[in-house]
């Protein structure tokens, strides 16, 4: 089958460089193979209601590169929540006479792809990104490293009016079921403590590395957690128990709960500071840029050589590809060889 037409929608939590993608997609569709491009809005929701979509060219990319956020929009919807939520979406594929679908997104997304793919034959293609750097058959997600480096600033501003005050600054990041935000930023914004989902926390060893550090004459410390981190033998701090399409609790609150606990247990004056959503705001770096490029473009050849069914990926140095499959088989946790030379450095 000739394609003709190919749609584009990104999914899940935004984050930096998917513009870069975009435009790479729009750039080589458009002028190298001559495709029609169509951006479908918000996401699958956008795939669940035709119409949701418009065609896109080189003015609607035209000044995209550095913007954060995404163009097309994007929302957490499972289409897979409704039982038809497949066959919806292969209707109104034809119905928008695509004959090819690049799915943007972490492991939610690419597994709807993936679902789509291989019970309903759409000719679908699959694009990593998440700021937590989490997804599975890929060195690294874009978005992380402008979320890394804007924690990385905000430890070091936090150093500064630690310092000053002669107090311990708990720093709270993105990471649900991941710790790469923390372990990467904590590492290069010189951490003192950094706590990750993958290695449950005991509050006492906590605090005995900050009175270690305060012992040889440090009167300051900065703790980098991930929002997923747990005590051992506890659980994680929700901010909201009800669980999205996906079945995600919405976690937030470990830096004030540990701020608390550090406080009374050592004495010294704590304060958190919740980063938050920033993370996943604004303009990305030049590695999100180059990566979203370079993976905007294998995806586009994936569609011209129809290669249907993959998910591009970094190995390495090199822009590869993998089964959809591949990519939502597991989580991608962090390498602890990585945790590890960041301890050195703890206390
Ligand atoms: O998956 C990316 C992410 O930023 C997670 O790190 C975080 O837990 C979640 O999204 C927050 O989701 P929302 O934007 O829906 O609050």
């Avoid at 000739?2 to 993608?21: K, S, W």
């Avoid at 720093?171 to 290695?199: F, H, K, Q, T, Y």
Wanted: glycine share 14%.
């Amino acid at each position: 089958m000739g394609i003709r037409r190919v749609g584009i929608l990104t999914g899940g939590g935004d984050c930096p460089g998917l513009n870069a993608v975009i435009r790479a997609v729009v750039r080589k569709g458009m002028d190298i193979y001559g495709y029609q491009i169509v951006g479908v809005m918000e996401g699958w929701r956008g795939m669940m209601m035709e119409g949701l979509s418009q065609p896109l060219d080189l003015d609607k990319i035209s000044g995209i590169l550095p913007k954060g956020g995404t163009i097309l929009g994007t929302s957490r919807t499972n289409p897979f929540k409704d039982p038809d939520g497949g066959e919806v979406i292969a209707r109104n594929l034809k119905q928008m006479e695509l004959d090819a679908l690049i799915a943007v997104g972490g492991d939610d997304t690419i597994g709807v792809a993936n679902r789509l793919y291989e019970e309903y034959n759409v000719n679908v293609v699959g694009v990593p990104k998440t700021i937590d750097n989490d997804l599975a058959g890929t060195d690294y997600t874009f978005g992380f490293d402008t979320a890394i480096n804007i924690v990385m600033e905000a430890i070091d501003r936090l150093h500064s009016t630690a310092e000053s005050h002669h107090r311990v600054m708990v720093v709270e990041v993105m990471g649900r079921d991941a710790g790469w935000i923390a372990v990467a930023a904590g590492i290069s914004g010189g951490a003192d403590v950094i706590l990750i989902p993958e290695e449950p926390y005991d509050i006492d060893e906590v605090c005995a590395l900050i009175q270690k550090r305060h012992s040889r004459g440090k009167n300051f410390s900065i703790i980098v957690a991930a929002e997923g981190a747990q005590p051992r033998g506890g659980e994680a701090v929700l901010q909201a128990a009800e669980k999205d399409a996906f079945g995600h609790v919405r976690l937030g609150g470990i830096g004030n709960t540990l701020s608390r606990e550090i406080e009374k247990r050592t004495g010294f004056e704590t304060r958190a500071t919740v980063l938050g959503h920033i993370q996943r705001g604004g303009s990305p770096t030049a590695f999100d840029r180059i990566l979203g490029t370079r993976f905007g473009i294998a995806a586009i050849d994936l569609v011209h050589q129809g290669n249907f069914g993959k998910m591009v990926c970094l190995h390495g140095l090199k822009v590869e590809a993998i089964p959809l499959k591949d990519a939502v088989a597991g989580l991608r946790t962090v390498d602890m060889e990585l945790y590890d030379i960041a301890k050195v450095f703890f206390g």
